[in-house]
C-alpha cells in the first residue's frame, strides 16, 4: 500500500474472551472504536464502514467440556461467523480490518481471507508463537492455539473452520518479537521450520532489518498477506492492558517501524488487532497505541 493510497476498509468487530483466561478483552472491539479507530482512519482519507460485532457466545451462559480446549464449541461458533463475515467483506472488494478479543479470532479472520486468497503470506507480531494443540498446551486456552490451527496443526474442528485447510504454509509464515514460546511450540517451529524473530534477534540486528527479511519472506511467491497483531508485541509500559504480558517488548516506535515499513511495501491484504483488555489498562491506553500502530499501518507519516 503507498502511503497515500486510499482504501475502502470494512471494520470488524469481535467481542471474544473465551478463548483465554482473564475477563475483559471482550471489550476490546469497542475500547480501540473508543480511541477513534473510525475516525482516523477518515481523516487519512480512506473509505470506512463498521460492520459492528460479530455475535460471540456469553461466557457466564457456557460450559467447559474440554480442558485442553476450553469453550471450543463457543469459540469454534464465533469463529465461523468471522469467516464469512471476513469473506463477505473480501467479495465486495473491501478491506477487512478486524478487532478482537482474544487472539483465537485469527482462526476465523484467517479462514476468511484463505477463501479468496490461494497461498497466503502471514505475519504474526507476538510475543507468543500461539502454536499449541490441546496436547501441549499448559492452560488449555484456544488463544494459544490459533497459529497452529491455521497450519493445519490440532483439533479438528480448529483445523476446518471455515472449510479450509491448510489455511496457510510454514514457509510463509514469520513470527516478529516472540519472546515466550512453549515446549511444544519450540518442537513444532523446529519440525515445520517457521521463521522467528525473537527479541533476541530485534535487538541484535534492529527492526528495520528484521522487516526487510519479514517483508521478503511472506511476499515471495504469495498472492496476499495478512497480518496478526497482538497488542502483548509491546513492551507492558506502552501496552499494559493485555491478558498476557510479558516483560521485554517492542517498544512503541520499534512497532511503529514495522507498520510503516509494511504501509510502504504495500502487500497487506488484510489486518487484525487483538488482546486488547481495557479492564487491565490505564486510561485506555493500549487502545490508542493499537489505533495508532494502525494508522501507521494505513499510511501514516511524519512527512
Known amino acids: 500500500m503507498k502511503n497515500k493510497e486510499h482504501r475502502a476498509i470494512s471494520i470488524i468487530g ?21 480511541a477513534g479507530a473510525k ?43 468471522l469467516a464469512v463475515a471476513v469473506s463477505e467483506v473480501i467479495e465486495q472488494e473491501r478491506f477487512p480490518l478486524v478487532l478482537g478479543g482474544d487472539h483465537s479470532i485469527a482462526i476465523g479472520t484467517i479462514a476468511g481471507v484463505s477463501k ?6 502471514l505475519i504474526w507480531f507476538d510475543a507468543h508463537g500461539d502454536l499449541n494443540t490441546g496436547d501441549t498446551s499448559p492452560s ?24 479450509i485447510s491448510p489455511k496457510v504454509k510454514p514457509e510463509n509464515v514469520v513470527i516478529v518479537g516472540a519472546r515466550e514460546l512453549d515446549v511444544g511450540e519450540q518442537k513444532l ?4 521450520g517457521i521463521k522467528v524473530f525473537t527479541m533476541h ?14 517483508i521478503r519472506i511472506v511476499s515471495t511467491g504469495t498472492d496476499g498477506v495478512h497480518l496478526s497483531l497482538d497488542l502483548d508485541g509491546l513492551d507492558p509500559a506502552q501496552c499494559p492492558g493485555v491478558g498476557t504480558p510479558v ?13 510503516e515499513m509494511l504501509a510502504c511495501a504495500n502487500i497487506l491484504s488484510s489486518v487484525e ?13 493500549t487502545a490508542k497505541v493499537a489505533v495508532g500502530l494502525m494508522e501507521s499501518i494505513f499510511g501514516k507519516l511524519v512527512l
Do not use: F, W
Open 14 to 34: 469481535v467481542p471474544m474472551d473465551m478463548g483465554q483466561g482473564r475477563r475483559g478483552v471482550d471489550m476490546g472491539p469497542s475500547a480501540i472504536r473508543y
Open 273 to 285: 488487532l487483538v488482546e486488547v483488555n481495557p479492564i487491565l489498562d490505564t486510561a485506555n491506553q
Open 201 to 214: 534477534d530485534i535487538d541484535r540486528l534492529g527492526m528495520g532489518a528484521v522487516m526487510e527479511e519479514t
Open 189 to 192: 517451529i523446529a519440525e515445520m
Open 39 to 81: 475516525e482516523r482512519l477518515l481523516a487519512l482519507g480512506h473509505h470506512v464502514e463498521d460492520r459492528g460485532d460479530i455475535q460471540v457466545p456469553i461466557q457466564d451462559a457456557s460450559h467447559e467440556e474440554d480442558p485442553k480446549h476450553r469453550y471450543l464449541k463457543e469459540v469454534v461458533e464465533a469463529n465461523e461467523r
Open 247 to 259: 516483560v521485554g517488548g517492542m517498544t512503541y516506535r520499534e512497532s511503529h517501524l514495522a507498520m
Open 116 to 121: 479468496h486468497v490461494s497461498n497466503l503470506g
Open 140 to 163: 488449555g486456552n484456544i488463544h494459544g492455539m490459533p497459529l497452529a490451527a491455521s497450519l493445519g496443526v490440532g483439533h479438528p474442528a480448529l483445523v476446518q473452520c471455515g472449510g
